[in-house]
């Protein structure tokens, strides 16, 4: 009876899903694709699907979210560049991996911002699940840059970021967003491995 109920309440949930998160939907999905298989296009699609998110995400009070979006659009284009341009030859980067002592001091970094950011929006906004959505929004912030320069562990960054996602879209409503988020969670996995199969080369 339980998982007819959740079965039930996804399939209307999906009924009243807008056009503009069926696009988000699939843009999203070409951009971890396309990036797990180390292809510079994922970062178009990646662009479009933070452009409408940022709206969708205002509208649903997850404002710590929407201004990650704009953040996405524009680290979509340094990434893009950075694909194409970024070595120091001036040309396309190389998969790199970092050591067990920067990767800890990037998430120091990332505690650092996610705290008093939930704080904030804790106190001063209307913002829903404010430590959740700091969270995810701190630590985006470090594995989007860890994506743009082609290091490894992004992967594993986005595997606990992704999983964090699907509760905040869930409680807010956003069932196709949610399972959305689901599917990166996998693909994080995808990803870190067929990233690592060519670092090993």
Known sequence: MLLTAVFDSLVKG??????????????????VILAAIENVWCWLFGILSSFLLIYLCFSGKL???????VFYVI?????????????KERTELTIVSFSLLRIVYLSIIGCLLWIPLGYIAQRYSTQAMPYLDAFITSFSIIATWMTAKKIIQNWLFWLIIDASAILLYAYRGFHLIALLYIIYTFLALVGYFQWRKKINL
Not at 15 to 28: R, V
Not at 63 to 69: D, K
Request: glycine fraction near 10%; charge should be negative.
């Open 75 to 87: 680290i979509g284009l340094y990434g893009w560049y950075q694909w194409l341009y970024g070595s």
């Open 14 to 31: 999906f009924e009243q899903t807008s056009y503009a998160e069926w696009f988000i939907f699939a843009t999203a999905m070409v951009y």
């Open 63 to 69: 404002f710590l979210e929407s201004g990650l979006q």
